[in-house]
């Protein structure tokens, strides 16, 4: 059997996917043995892990819309449904660490029209860097705002640096590197949404940590 | 469902009782999944490797859930599996199927497929997120089982209203809600009222599903401008959204506009390349237009990407040598038949094809005693109760003129003839047969009579019922379905007068039963038609009125 490139890029992307997958499965399958460094290993590998897969489902995505926007498949979804389920991924990924809630406004409609995948991939993101350097907790919400649905990933963390709040690019160091490549990703996300003319926004403050905030029209 | 519903509507779901199929062909991924599954409970797993593996168990039991892998290896995939099991009802609505596949792409070419699973999850997936998933589809259809109910006995009025009921008071299900019953009101023929729901869903949010079943309530309106117009601007939000591209081609051909029918179809086989039926239909727009080439590609395709899909019948091989014939391309006709021979040769409608395609090929290799042998062949399949598709009767009729075999060629367009007396492209096609062996007005006899003895059947069956007297319209339409076994709207003529019969006289269960089915042989010869779902409706009505419980009349 033959292949051309194409072929084999995807073919190999593919594997790497799915034995990411099960590797993930194997390190969430291994328990707690109540000793500091084996457990911290462990969770660190496990957190790795999962980020690269996120990381690695990211790239295929943005891959295919380098030369051309993001177009999101737009549907009705419950945000509660949404800020459920990045609850339940969040608290999964901690495993006690840190502390997850969520919260709903009671304004927030039953159903609301964004693209489920790639929300919830932008939001993922946000737990990731959450994850990586809150103390303590972390919260995600949904709130209304201007007319859109507001979902917050925020964090007791020290907080976004400045010139990640100036909207800076991304420079080449270390955490902040990830941080912005992630960050990119989610305002793309954001900006792909549009509703008669009203663009979705990704917004970042600090207040008492991190907040990151996804409008969506 | 075998769930354990607790209190009367906030339901929680025993996910002990649920019972799972996974389908992954990949054996460590299959594990994992197990242990996935177990951790929310649910430990009644039966895991699969394959496609058919699937079906054999999804025979021998019902399941709750299916999880499948779209990528099976060879053999069918996953949206084939699931294709085979909705179309042969070997699952209901009921049934959970939620499609795993390796990118989202999969998502937005089947979003609008008649055949979608419940939902799909790009791999690799965390247990919580097939959670949560699960969790929803499985309220979603405990909030939906009043309108599955109805609409799986066939009462789609009944459906509607449980629709109804969900829009006005759950709002969490107003959409979906709105969704189901714009394909409800469509199937009813109730082409209006779904246009409005479509613009009432459009101004929440101009979703790609609302536009595209907005173009089709105008479609079949008949107000193809505007659906054109709706179609070109979902193509520029959503240009993957294949099943729009499906709909323009038919709207191209009731402008009769074929060109651009063909072109609408060769767009959208460039985004999905796997879909069977729009291959076929491509295949068969293609060889009107002349286009041999294109509808040889797309018949081959047929063959070589549906190999293991139930919607591949052995008139697809007959279509792929009828253009090589026209191409004068007889070593690829013997190909066609050598390499598919094992699956032909499995049925009598198989059988039929081979001896019609080798009979044409004998003629246009000049090979006349061959030919006859042949002829005789299918001759024989016939007697014995073998049927094929119009086209390959004609196929047939004309290997019979060249062989000298006039009379039974006559008796054979009269068939085809009678069984499609109000389809003008087939009826030129056997007066082009006609003309070419020099026997033009002989044709047009064997023709005008076949047609008119049909149509006056069918007309006096008409006029009869008009005035009232639907026992002799009953007498002359099922003489008509008699003449004209294969005719879809003789039959659908004779079933409607059958219940307005019964309606003014009362139960007759003969006529019940020959009702019935000339409704399934009419749904089978033209699916989808306009007036089959009334004529469903009206079925199940007076079966209901007098007492016959039914079920899965659907």
Known sequence: MTFNHTDLYAALIHELKNDLGLLSITLDSIAPQGEATHDSAVDSARLLCQGVVDRLQQALRIYKAIDQPIRPSIDAWSPHDAVNEIRDRAASLSRGRIRVEAALAPEVPEIWFFDRDLVEMALINAIHNSLAYARSHLRIEASMLEGCLVLTVRDDSPGYPAHILAGARADSSGHTRQTGLGLQFSRLIAESHDNRGRRGELRLHNDQGAVFCLLLP | MSLDWVGSDDASIDYSALRALVVEDYPGMRNALRLTLSNFGITKVQLVSSASEAIYHVKQKSYDFILCDFNLGDGRDGQQLLEELRH???????????????????????????????DYMIKPFSPELLRSRLESILLQKWAFRDVYRHFLAGDLEEAIVACDLLIRGKPRHLVDALRFKGELLVALGRFEEAEGLYQQVISLRAVPWARLGLARSLHHQKKDEAAEEVLRDVMEQAPEMVAAYDLLSDVCLAKKDAPAAQQALERGVAISARTVR?????????????????????????????????????????????????????????????????????????????????????????????????????????????????????????????????????????????????????????????DESGRTEAGAAVLSKATSDVRKLNNEGVVLAQRGDFKSAVEKLLTACGEAPHNPRIMMNAVWVILKFIDQAGMDEQLIASARHHLNEAERQAPGHTRIAGLRLHLKEVENRFGIQRKGTA
Do not use: W
């Open chain 2, 88 to 118: 042969s009802n070997l699952i209901t609505i009921e049934t959970v199927f939620i499609m795993v596949t390796a990118e989202s792409y999969y998502e937005k070419v089947v979003a609008t497929a008649e055949l979608a699973p419940d």
């Open chain 2, 278 to 434: 729009r291959q076929q239909r491509l295949g068969e727009i293609a060889q009107n237009n002349g286009d041999l080439d294109t509808a040889r590609a797309a018949f081959s395709n047929v063959l070589e990407k549906g190999l293991h899909s139930i919607f591949v019948t052995p008139s697809d091989f007959g279509n792929l040598c009828r253009v090589q014939l026209e191409q004068g391309d007889l070593q690829g006709v013997a190909k066609t038949l050598k390499e598919n021979k094992n699956i032909l040769q499995g049925s009598p409608e198989g059988q039929l094809v081979v001896a019609v395609a080798q009979g044409m090929a004998h003629v246009k290799a000049g090979n006349l005693d061959a030919a006859a042998k042949s002829v005789e062949a299918a001759a024989a399949l016939r007697a014995s109760g073998a049927h094929g598709d119009a086209n390959l009767m004609l196929d047939l009729a004309g290997t019979c003129m060249v062989s000298g075999r006039l009379e039974e060629a006559d008796s054979i367009v009269a068939e085809v003839a009678r069984n499609a007396h109000d389809s003008e492209s087939l009826l030129a096609k056997a007066r082009k047969l006609y």
